[in-house]
């Protein structure tokens, strides 16, 4: 079902674990209830955190303004985000943060935790981040809950068709094949080169890497003796000329409906 008119649905779909910040949601669910009463929560997942969720829902009297859906399988989470409003991320750590894209092809606002790659994931238009803290977090939402109540700009529709076309297959594997020309372009270094410019880097920390280092060079030497390189299978190159590569396209992995 989509997201209702008369209040600002919060969805937050995660693992309810320390890492996924669940304390963080814990400290701003209270807050953002009571400065807005309009505003309610929508929590996919499970995990160890929940008990403190159920907790602060009790003490705060809640029940009606937070709703625990438990585990999801994947097919599931396309319907639960449409119901929402707003998607909030509240992880400590994040590489690269699946759940944002998903979220946002569905048209959702994005608000998270600056950390991470996830600045990096969406446009600064489609993305709304915060410094992992409670005071922050609660900025960022309020700010999103003042767009829901005045409009949006940028529509769901919009916004799915931007995030279709930033991920696509063949745009990932132009963006890989960047990064891999780009190293082997690099200049390689002899062993004792890389072995002077890591002594340098740290007065401390650059000896304790050089010894490191040296006895897994020594380690190296040992199992060349067992099992010489060049007993080892190579890997054929593979053919690069235009007629040989494959194109694929693909969609994202949630769409609107």
């Known amino acids: 079902s989509a997201a209702r008119t008369d209040r600002v649905t919060i969805v937050v779909v995660s693992r309810l674990v320390y890492r996924k910040g669940m304390d963080l949601l814990a400290g701003l669910i209270p807050v953002i209830c009571a400065n807005h009463p309009d505003a309610y929560f929508l929590i996919g997942g499970d995990g160890p955190k929940r008990v403190l969720l159920e907790e602060v829902r009790e003490q705060h009297g809640l029940h009606d303004r937070v709703t625990l859906l438990g585990s999801l399988e994947h097919s599931q989470v396309r319907d639960v985000l449409v119901q929402g409003n707003i998607f909030l991320n509240t992880s400590l750590t994040e590489a690269f943060c699946i759940a ?9 606002q994005v608000v998270s935790t600056c950390v991470g790659g996830v600045p990096e994931v969406l446009p600064p238009d489609l993305l709304r981040v915060a410094q992992p803290n409670t005071h922050a977090l609660v900025t960022a939402l309020e700010e999103a809950i003042a767009v829901c109540r005045h409009g949006n700009p ?5 916004t799915h068709r931007r995030v279709k076309s930033l991920y696509t297959w063949s745009d990932v594997a132009k963006r890989t094949e960047l990064v891999y020309d780009e190293v082997s372009r690099g200049q390689t270094r002899t062993y004792v080169e890389r072995m002077h410019r890591y002594y340098h880097r740290d007065k401390i920390a650059g000896p304790l890497v050089i010894f490191a280092l040296t006895i897994i060079y020594i380690a190296f030497l040992l199992l060349q003796t067992f099992r010489p390189s060049k007993d080892i299978d190579l890997v054929p190159e593979l053919p690069t000329s235009p007629s040989h590569r494959t194109h694929t396209h693909t969609h994202t992995h949630i769409l609107m409906k």
């Open 100 to 108: 944002i894209v998903e979220a946002a092809s569905c048209g959702l």
């Open 154 to 158: 940028i529509t769901p529709q919009e």
